[in-house]
């Protein structure tokens, strides 16, 4: 079994989207525009409700997923097809955009910590038209083991410990784990081979093999190999570890709408001013 080690560090970088939400961007900023299949990491989280109370109103999305997991705090999401729903801590939300949805993300608190994570995964060519779905899931649906050293693992995506995860049939056949590794733990975590990989520290610090250690904010992308260890560096530390098979296609992105062409990105435009999302 080859261990994987970091190839790539990227530290995010502070700006706002939405109606002027405050976020960390580390996947998607100019420093790394995307990581086949992965388009966006953006880390929000504050205790001042100025920073996020304006939230993300409608807006359109289309070709691709989105990947909202809360740490703390509350979030209402709707959309123009009468979906909606509440994201409390420890939930998570995996929609599939696919031919067009129209959404809105609002807090559901006015002040008090809000925290957590939005990833946006590609779809291939093949799935960027289909219809729009939800995977919609509660802090206690998702699975956490318990592995040596005290080290707690919930498996959002993918499989950890002989766990499978919540999230299926997900067509880059994702690993998604939320990690918890007491002060001094060591945790071997399996990766599929090929598949692009990286962590990323939000409390804490942790080293990456026996040689990188990454701080909280950072994101490390990792070479190749079917492992990567992980060695809690600076008392208890919580991390992400997100793979994905890279879809090896061409990328034509222009703001929430992300296909293969740039064809495919003027008719989405019409598409959606003609209100066919």
């Not at 560090?9 to 580390?26: C, E, F, H, I, M």
Request: one cysteine or more.
């Amino acid at each position: 079994m080859a261990s994987r080690s970091v190839i790539r560090l990227v530290p995010s970088q502070q700006t706002s989207d939405g109606a002027g939400v405050k976020l960390n961007r580390s996947l998607g900023s100019q420093l790394l525009p995307d990581l086949d299949p992965f388009l966006l990491l953006d880390m929000f989280g504050s205790e001042e409700g100025a920073d996020y109370i304006a939230g993300f109103p409608d807006h359109p999305h289309r070709g691709f997923e989105t990947v909202t997991y809360m740490l703390d705090g509350r979030m209402r999401h709707e959309d123009n097809a009468g979906n909606g729903g509440t994201l409390g801590p420890g939930g998570v939300q995996w929609m599939t955009a696919g031919r067009g949805i129209v959404h809105s993300e609002m807090p559901e608190q006015e002040d008090g910590l809000m925290r957590g994570f939005q990833l946006w995964v590609n779809l291939p060519a093949k799935d960027k038209m289909c219809p729009p779905r939800y995977q919609n899931l509660e802090a206690e649906e998702i699975p956490e083991v318990t592995a040596a050293d005290g080290v707690r693992v919930k498996v959002i995506a993918g499989e950890a410990e002989g766990t499978p995860g919540a999230v299926n049939g997900i067509a880059v056949a994702p690993l998604y784990l939320d990690l918890t590794l007491p002060a001094g733990a060591r945790y071997t975590a399996d990766v599929p081979s090929g598949h692009t990989a990286f962590v990323y520290p939000y409390e804490g610090s942790v080293m990456i093999g026996d040689a990188d250690v990454v701080g909280a904010g950072t994101m490390a992308i990792l070479g190749d190999g079917d492992t990567v260890g992980l060695t809690s560096t600076d008392g208890e530390s919580r991390l992400i570890l997100v793979a994905g098979k890279p879809l090896n296609e061409p990328i034509a992105r222009y703001g929430p709408f992300v296909m293969n062409t740039r064809e495919e990105i003027v008719e989405a435009f019409r598409d959606y001013e003609q209100g066919r999302f």
